[in-house]
């Protein structure tokens, strides 16, 4: 009973959490799903649109829709996959690397501010709560 009472607090904050971060969204700028792929084509390189999908546990067909849209605006390539002619892979560019870096450098600076303002001993939970926030993700 204490993991549910945990488990749903928890879905309460982050749930917060994301849609006070969502606010700081300027239309124009990357969707949660186009920063998504962005950050993990610049955080492990090239991948092919299946491996994108089930990295975002996404169907296919969803991340085809969000890469056409960043293929469109320059910000991911595509080639064929060396080992694999018949496969695609999908790269970040030069643009899309800079338009992730301004995307976290606005959510980065409103999460520092707010950290800011917290005590010592609540920055430092939030440190190892990140942790285990990441830690929690991978098991799911």
């Known amino acids: 009973m ?13 749930g917060r959490l994301v849609r006070r971060l969502r606010q700081t969204h300027v239309p124009g700028q990357l969707t949660l799903s186009e920063a998504s792929v962005l950050s993990r084509l610049d955080r ?5 649109p299946g491996e994108l999908a089930i990295g975002d546990r996404i169907k296919p067909q969803a991340m085809g829709v969000t890469l ?5 605006r320059g910000l991911v390539s595509r ?8 496969r695609v892979l999908m790269s970040i560019t030069d643009e899309g690397r800079r338009l992730l870096t301004d995307r976290r450098s606005l959510k980065t600076h ?3 501010e707010a950290i800011g303002r917290l005590d010592d001993d609540e920055r430092r939970a939030l440190t190892e709560a990140a942790r285990l926030l990441d830690r929690l993700a991978e098991e799911l």
């Open 79 to 86: 080639s064929p996959d060396p080992g694999d002619g018949r």
């Open 2 to 14: 204490e993991n549910e009472s945990t488990a749903a607090a928890l879905q309460i904050a982050v």
């Open 110 to 112: 409103a999460l520092a």
């Open 68 to 72: 056409q849209a960043l293929e469109q």
């Open 44 to 48: 492990d390189g090239a991948a092919t």
